[in-house]
């Protein structure tokens, strides 16, 4: 399907939890892109803005069979009933439709944070402080990202600004179409482990869409329909089995263990 | 002192004893006062409220006291369009109660989020795919329509009265209050609804996710029923605890029995539909995302029982007592039934609001608890302050109960 300007795109991304060893480069790397400010002296893990997490996840057996998987999460950028956009009140969250990836206005935000109740992946966060950076670390702000305030909600937009240069740049040079090269979420550059797959899932051609369609590639909490775009892949198979929402089999299996 | 404001031939105690009776009540709302300027100064970081717990005390207090407050509404209804004219004798009480009811929710709402000052942004560009649309524009509108039905009650007062011109404006007025109350009928049966409708589209929640007819989610109805089950009777609840506190007889029993008789009714049928929205959803809505259901009564406080207290303990107890014609000759039964029905859709919404959030979702999370902080009390207390001192206020100088006068004859 095409507009009469660019081609629609799916963007997504495919992450190898088998390469990832929880180094946490992608959520710094996330942060400093998309100008999250430092953490507020008062806040906890759980009123922190982290919109990439890596979370580290045990088989729950005992040494020696004790493994471990470190899994990153951010916004699943839903495709199906995308859980946060319908429930918003006044439209502050947004598809955009030539790149499928799901974004927060937080100039509209009104703050009643919903869509956070809504989000079965936690992946919405919203400012309980006044963001503030230490003098002189303004300096270090992404002038391609606005700085949102207390009261509102943020999530991963997929570094849609580094979409948008992408674009800009494909606009000054003629082209109708970026170049995927051009746009890399931060997350995808900084992982040492090149853990991250990103690209269109649309085009058979992307690394992203062959890795989602791989053996063992799976995405969390499938069966809500909520259809993500963020796919992971896992050789190991009690690693797959993390992705159902059943938590009695989790605790079945960590009593087998 | 204040004696040529207070309802002619109606008994009130001294002015001394009613500023002590109000004297607790107005500290309190000081008290929340304090709260409220420190969350809307510092921030929702007062609240213990967090990423995880988008929503706490405060959403809980908003669908309990809008249930609670549907006997407005429901009073209306039975009065003005099915001409069950003995509730005459309790709607101004009712419309009190629900203009308090509804203008608390408000105010906390304001609190609540984060940005108070772009409320007006789903006036100006609203999503009309979400039900907290449909809820913020019901819920302005009818707290418009309760304001406009409270203000001929305030007008009849004495002193008011002998201005000519409030009275003629409040005789027309009350030309229109059938019409009003077919508005409010309509507003109020979306809204509560739409509260329902608010969890029950949380396709991401499988604890509150349902199926539905069309757009709507079994919960929309189920809210709509509940609620017009038990606003009778808080209306009865509080008219009792008022005639209790005040010393005075303000209605015939006859009026708390058709308040029962409604409740019970409405009751019975909302228990039933309750139990087979229960069922439908544990062994085909719930499995079909994923979830054993099991796992919704895992995790301690909210196990099974949680079920039973709500659909059994304060829903078809206080139904039974409400449609038996024996208990309904007997007051204190009807208040206890009031008080087990009451409870029962604050549970409701509790267990909407605050166990949707606490269960996980991932199979790896830990379930999650958050108490709330002094700020959120403070906060929930002054909406109770407020409404105590308004009620009371009305009370004193307005006529909530037009049988009073004529009851303190016998």
Known sequence: MESAETTLARYGMVIDLDRCNGCGACATACAVENNVPPANTS??????LTW??????????????????YIPISCQQCGEHTPCVSVCPQNAVDVNPETGVVSQVPARCLGCRYCMAACPFHARYFNWFDPKWPDGMEATLNPDVSIRMRGVVEKCNFCHGRWQAAKAKAAANGARDIDPADYVPACVDACPEKAIT??????????????????NAFRFLEKLGTDPKVYYRSDRAWVRRLADADVTARESEASRG | ?????????????????????????????????LAIGLCLVKGLNQTNMDNRFAFGLWIFLDLAVI??????????FLLYILRRDELRAVINSAVVIGFICYSGAVLVLAVDVGQPLRAWFTFWHPNVHSMLTEVTFCITVYLTVLAIEYLPIVLRNRQLRKVPSFLVFEGELHKVMPVLAAVGTFLSFFHQGSLGGLYGVLQGRPFAFRDGFA????TFFLFILSAIATGPAFVLLTTSIVSKVSGTRLVRHVVYELLAKVSGWLLIVYVGFKSVDTIVWLNQTAPRSGVNPSQFYAWQPFGSWVLVVEIVILGLVPALIFISPTRRRSLPWLVTASVLASLGVATNRLVMTIQTLALPTFKFEPFMTYWPSWQEVATFLFVIAYGVILYSLSFRYLRLFPQERELQKY
């Open chain 1, 43 to 48: 806040a906890t893990e759980r009123t922190g």
């Open chain 2, 215 to 218: 757009i709507w989610p079994t």
């Open chain 1, 198 to 215: 990103f690209g269109n899932l649309d085009d058979p051609r992307s690394d992203a869409a062959r890795a989602s369609k791989s053996a």
């Open chain 2, 1 to 33: 002192m204040d004696k040529p404001l207070i309802l002619r031939g109606a008994r009130r105690c001294s002015t001394k004893r009613f500023l002590t009776w109000l004297a607790p009540w107005a500290a309190m709302a000081v008290l929340g006062v």
């Open chain 2, 67 to 76: 249930a609670l407050g549907a006997g407005a509404f429901f009073t209306g």
């Open chain 1, 52 to 69: 990439l997490r890596v979370q580290r996840v045990s088989n729950g057996r005992q040494f020696p069979q004790n493994r471990a998987v």
